[in-house]
């Protein structure tokens, strides 16, 4: 009997895939939940309450390690839960928050443009570095071994990877796939992840598309270069893979951008990169 709980709220859609992302792709890949406990979660932050999809082995000896996982800006809708029972099925607590949902609802925007202009620019770096606070403090409190941590996420979580990984102390690895490394300065946006090279307490491995025309390759260059010359062991730590002809999203199975080759091998880096640094 699977011990999945549906999610019957805003952030999923009836097709399970956020509307601005849509149309889904016959490649969707569909991760079973037996053996799994998972589904949606309430996280206290301050005096509100965030949803977020939790996916962790139904059956553990002792607490799991723990990993955070962001969103791409389309929020937690069926792939990001999907991805979430994969890493259950590596053995991990993996929780993915609800990061937009003060500001909207991500899942029901008709396009990219206005989901970003509505919802995502609204978004303030500070809001979301919390929300992933209280994410860790909720995952110490329901067997999640916090003291083996780490954070991934997808284009906006990729970029959130390594602000994360330069906020929070207890992070031991990231892994960054396709997120913007540099970008206009704003309330909300204070600093980018070329901003913070010299602030990492885990190392971040960067997963990135040679044919991304969102991030050049030259910004994909000017990272490298920065953790190279830092001084900061976790930044000099920090790796690229670059898929010389990858797309932007090539991880993302329900979409046209999806590339089956470079994803796996990516998913098998991810999981040794965690694994290597403790995670």
Known sequence: MSNEIELPRRGL????IALAALPAEATQIKTPH????????????????????????????GKLPVVLLV????????????????????????????????????GNQPDVQTLIREVISKVPDAQVMADLDACVAWAAANGGDTKRLAVTGF?????ITWLYSAHQAAVKAGVAWYGRLV????????????????????????????????????TVARMQNALQASKNANASRSQ???????????????????????????????????????V
């Open 34 to 61: 037996d053996g799994l406990l998972a589904g949606e979660v309430t996280v206290p932050v301050g005096g509100f309450s965030m949803p977020a999809y939790r996916a962790q082995p139904a059956r553990t000896k």
């Open 183 to 218: 970008g206009n300065i704003s309330a909300n946006t204070p600093k980018h992840p070329l901003d913070l090279v010299d602030q990492l307490h885990g190392p971040v491995l960067g997963l990135y598309g040679g044919q991304d025309t969102g991030i050049p390759n030259d």
């Open 71 to 106: 969103s791409e800006i389309f929020g937690v809708h069926e792939h990001i839960a999907d991805v979430a029972r994969r890493f259950a099925k590596a053995g991990y607590l993996c929780i993915a928050p609800e990061l937009f949902v003060r500001q909207g609802d991500a």
């Open 240 to 278: 690229f893979v670059l898929y010389r002809d990858a797309p932007h999203a090539f991880h993302a199975d329900y979409r046209p951008s999806y590339r089956e080759t470079e994803a796996k091998d990516g998913w098998q880096r991810c999981l040794a990169w965690f694994q290597r640094h403790g």
């Open 13 to 16: 859609l009836a097709s399970g």
């Open 155 to 159: 284009c906006y979580g990729g970029r």
